[in-house]
């Protein structure tokens, strides 16, 4: 008598407890990628590939981040203090720490974009649709800050007659003529994209706060792989 195997396909089924945080994984799909990975059926909103494990970036993706969190962080600290300090030495060389710092992160934001176009991140840790949409604009509005700010101020240090020189090595090219009018203008789009910047990244830093200690999910050992229960997964 010839025996008839089940069909793989068919051997699949969907259990309950598979539907947790609304995303729906098969027993097959489980049992093919040890658990990592959790796949919703057709035709259910957000049923794209999410990391339940939260798998790492790269160490050199995580090193660019951390990198430019700092920058960003120091030069808007350094940004705000420098203000009142009243016209001196001491306050040009603030204004020149200030442009390099705002150049490096330029230089930072530029090498991530590259290194993100021959590595893939991660897939999503599983979240509500809203919070990933929301994740992903901001996300892309910081990236545009990194590359507008930097440009804003070397544009307002044109029009200004000061020209810039990076590290006080690299003399870069003035983008505009001196004029008093546009650097007026420029000074305070310059400073609203600055405090657009502050507020996208208090939300970003909270989000991965809440993440970690009400969620308690694997968003920010992503970043910071010695947080996750299990480190050996951190990506090479």
Excluded at 108 to 120: D, E, F, K, N, S
Excluded at 140 to 162: D, H, K, Q
Aim: glycine share 6%.
């Amino acid at each position: 008598m010839v025996m008839m195997r089940e069909s793989p396909i068919r051997s699949a089924r969907w259990t309950k407890s598979d539907y947790s945080d609304g995303i729906v994984t098969s027993r097959a799909e489980l049992t093919a990628r040890g658990g990592a990975h959790k796949v919703g059926p057709p035709g259910k909103r957000g049923s794209g590939m999410t990391d339940s494990t939260g798998g790492s970036y790269t160490r050199t993706a995580i090193a660019l981040h951390w990198l430019a969190a700092v920058l960003i962080v120091c030069n808007l600290a350094l940004g705000i203090s420098m203000i009142n300090v009243p016209l001196s030495p001491q306050k040009l060389r603030l204004y020149n720490w200030h442009k390099w710092i705002g150049i490096t992160v330029f230089l930072t934001a530029t090498v991530r974009i590259l290194w993100r176009l021959g590595h893939r991140a991660p897939p999503p840790v599983a979240m509500p649709d809203w919070q990933r949409r929301a994740t992903s604009v901001t996300h892309a509005a910081l990236y545009v800050l990194m590359f507008a700010i930097p440009l804003s101020g070397w544009i307002y240090s044109s029009a200004t007659g000061v020209s810039v020189v990076y590290l006080g090595l690299v003399p870069l090219p003035d983008l505009v003529p001196k004029d008093k009018t546009l650097a007026a203008v420029l000074a305070a789009v310059h400073a609203t994209l600055n405090f657009t910047l502050f507020m996208l990244v208090f939300v970003h830093a909270w989000a991965a706060l809440r993440h970690q200690f009400v969620d308690r999910d694997e968003t920010l050992p992503r970043m910071l792989p010695f947080l996750r229960r299990n480190p050996a997964k951190a990506a090479r």
